[in-house]
T-cell receptor
Framework: NAGVTQTPKFRVLKTGQSMTLLCAQD?????MYWYRQDPGMGLRLIHY???????AKGEVPDGYNVSRLKKQNFLLGLESAAPSQTSVYFC????????????FGPGTRLTVT | SQQGEEDPQALSIQEGENATMNCSYK?????LQWYRQNSGRGLVHLIL?????REKHSGRLRVTLDTSKKSSSLLITASRAADTASYFC?????????????FGQGTILTVHP
């Protein structure tokens, strides 16, 4: 099993450009999450999903949108990138019965210039 | 604002020594977990302790929880060079079981061979 994979691994955007980060998991997990990690800070939850077709806002949702059309995929979109969105983005998934044991992807390093 | 704060921010020890990291949080929790992050990688779940537990062991890991002081500690015994990583505590936001976690800023542990 690949676990949680993220595409792409690195990306550089110019201010105002848009992009989509893809997260895929092959563990049949119900829950999926998007976090961002900035230097000197812990991970902060952007959006999460408790099942196919459902999404909800986390701690820092502004400037991001998400979709979960298939159970195994969770997409994070930036419609108009800003330098403040320069960060490392992590996707995670978890089982319904134990949502606190989350399985993380390797991360996407995004730079917005 | 961050729920969890960790202390120390960085810890440097020799192989074979014990490493202790502390986490304090602000609001009531249902459980607390510890994660490890190797450089450039995603997080890996280490251990979960529930609010009605005071101590938990897993291999060389020992976690304590003091809900009256809103604090937890992670002890790694007989440390190895491979334990070099960042360690994060994470608490659930509470109210739901969706796995919405708030992470501390982490402790960087360096174990010298």
């Amino acid at each position: 099993n690949a676990g949680v994979t993220q595409t792409p691994k690195f990306r550089v955007l110019k201010t105002g450009q848009s992009m989509t980060l893809l997260c895929a998991q092959d563990m049949n997990h119900e829950y999926m999450y998007w976090y961002r990690q900035d230097p000197g800070m812990g991970l902060r939850l952007i959006h999460y999903s408790v099942g196919e077709g459902t999404t909800a806002k986390g701690e820092v949702p502004d400037g991001y949108n998400v979709s979960r059309l298939k159970k195994q995929n969770f997409l994070l979109g930036l419609e108009s990138a800003a330098p403040s969105q320069t960060s490392v983005y992590f996707c995670a998934s978890a089982r319904l019965r134990n949502p606190y044991e989350q399985y993380f992807g390797p991360g996407t390093r995004l730079t917005v210039t | 604002s961050q729920q969890g704060e960790e202390d120390p921010q960085a810890l440097s020890i020799q192989e074979g020594e014990n490493a202790t990291m502390n986490c304090s949080y602000k609001t009531s929790i249902n459980n607390l977990q510890w994660y490890r992050q190797n450089s450039g990688r995603g997080l890996v779940h280490l251990i979960l302790i529930r609010s009605n537990e005071r101590e938990k062991h897993s291999g060389r890991l020992r976690v304590t929880l003091d809900t009256s002081k809103k604090s937890s500690s992670l002890l790694i015994t007989a440390s190895r060079a491979a334990d070099t990583a960042s360690y994060f505590c994470a608490t659930d936001v509470g109210g739901t079981s969706y796995g919405k976690l708030t992470f501390g800023q982490g402790t960087i542990l360096t174990v010298h061979p």
